[in-house]
T-cell receptor, first 110, second 115 residues
Framework: GQQLNQSPQSMFIQEGEDVSMNCTSSSIFNTWLWYKQDPGEGPVLLIALYKAGELTSNGRLTAQFGITRKDSFLNISASIPSDVGIYFCAGHNAGNMLTFGGGTRLMVKP | GAGVSQSPRYKVAKRGQDVALRCDPISGHVSLFWYQQALGQGPEFLTYFQNEAQLDKSGLPSDRFFAERPEGSVSTLKIQRTQQEDSAVYLC?????????????FGDGTRLSIL
């Protein structure tokens, strides 16, 4: 089973809104990564974090590696329609394999 | 192309048949990983190669699952005597270096359906 708890599980956005999601674990992680997955495609790497406290941006995306090494958040500013999809947090905590969260599904408000 | 390539994209098999899934990693990438993604869930680790050596197969769910990477580039994941619970998307990822904790880049997966 997965060790990463990701929230929220799903959320509706309106174009222009800021979005925030996070990931927590009971175990310490050595890296945190955020991926986006569109239907029928593989996960695409958005941001990789390597040090506790690190804050990194990639365009409208900002992510932080928590000080305790047990959590991370991802913020999306000024959302646009193509931001819809499933966002996964992932990390290395033992060995080279990645452990993934359950995903946050971003949808557009009707 | 420059990315991880997986084939076939879709595979339908009857229960009990054997299947083989192929992964072409990014050229020059040393490490190769297989993950299984059930519907509505995040990927789960199956096995990991560094060059041709299989360093970790702790995630393989049973001895019906077998993976190889004989020349250190292309990898094949084989599932023998398939069962309905094997239905999932199988993702392959590769990373450049041998050092730990390198970012992994994923292919688009093979969607396996067992009837």
């Amino acid at each position: 089973g997965q060790q990463l708890n990701q929230s929220p599980q799903s959320m509706f956005i309106q174009e222009g809104e800021d979005v925030s999601m996070n990931c927590t674990s009971s175990s310490i992680f050595n890296t945190w990564l955020w991926y986006k997955q569109d239907p029928g495609e593989g996960p695409v790497l958005l941001i990789a974090l390597y040090k506790a406290g690190e804050l990194t941006s990639n365009g409208r995306l900002t992510a932080q590696f928590g000080i305790t090494r047990k959590d991370s958040f991802l913020n999306i500013s000024a959302s646009i329609p193509s931001d819809v999809g499933i966002y996964f947090c992932a990390g290395h905590n033992a060995g080279n394999m990645l452990t993934f969260g359950g995903g946050t599904r971003l949808m557009v408000k009707p | 192309g420059a990315g991880v390539s997986q084939s076939p994209r879709y595979k339908v098999a009857k229960r009990g048949q054997d299947v083989a899934l192929r992964c072409d990693p990014i050229s020059g990438h040393v490490s190769l990983f297989w993950y299984q993604q059930a519907l509505g869930q995040g990927p789960e680790f199956l096995t990991y190669f560094q060059n041709e050596a299989q360093l970790d197969k702790s995630g393989l769910p049973s001895d019906r699952f077998f993976a190889e990477r004989p020349e250190g580039s292309v990898s094949t994941l084989k599932i023998q005597r398939t069962q309905q619970e094997d239905s999932a998307v199988y993702l392959c990822a590769s990373s450049l270096a041998e050092q730990n904790y390198q970012p992994q880049h994923f292919g688009d997966g093979t969607r396996l359906s067992i009837l």
